[in-house]
């Protein structure tokens, strides 16, 4: 599956949202701005830039006093990242989702085989 397929039979919309909350989280670890984590998202993960700025907007609104400490922080102090990097970075990220989504399905297969 292409991370970015959200029409994989595999994979339930639910699951696809919170996959890009998770590597949105993991942008936030490594101060990266709303139109840097959209752009990383959209080269490594094949996410739709449209769908990483929805639910970076939904994770604003819940937790509106974080991102308000955050971007003050990013204001007062710019990180550079060379694009090597960025890169070696966010494939980094891609790949431990990917494991993590194994292993959740993996555990939910053994779940529902002991049933």
Known sequence: ????????????????????????????IFDMTKEECMEALS???????VITSTVWN????ENKEFFEGYL???????????????TR???????????DSLNNNNNNNNNEDQQ
Do not use: F, W
Request: glycine share 2%.
């Open 1 to 28: 599956m292409i991370m970015g397929d959200s029409s994989s039979s595999s994979s339930s919309p639910a699951s696809y949202i919170h996959m890009v909350q998770h590597l949105i989280e993991k942008c936030l």
């Open 43 to 49: 080269k490594h993960a094949k996410i739709n830039p």
């Open 58 to 61: 939904e994770l604003e609104k």
């Open 72 to 86: 003050k922080s990013k204001s007062k102090e710019e990180k550079i990242m060379s694009q090597e990097e960025t």
């Open 89 to 99: 970075i966010i494939q980094n990220m891609i790949s431990d989702s990917s494991h």
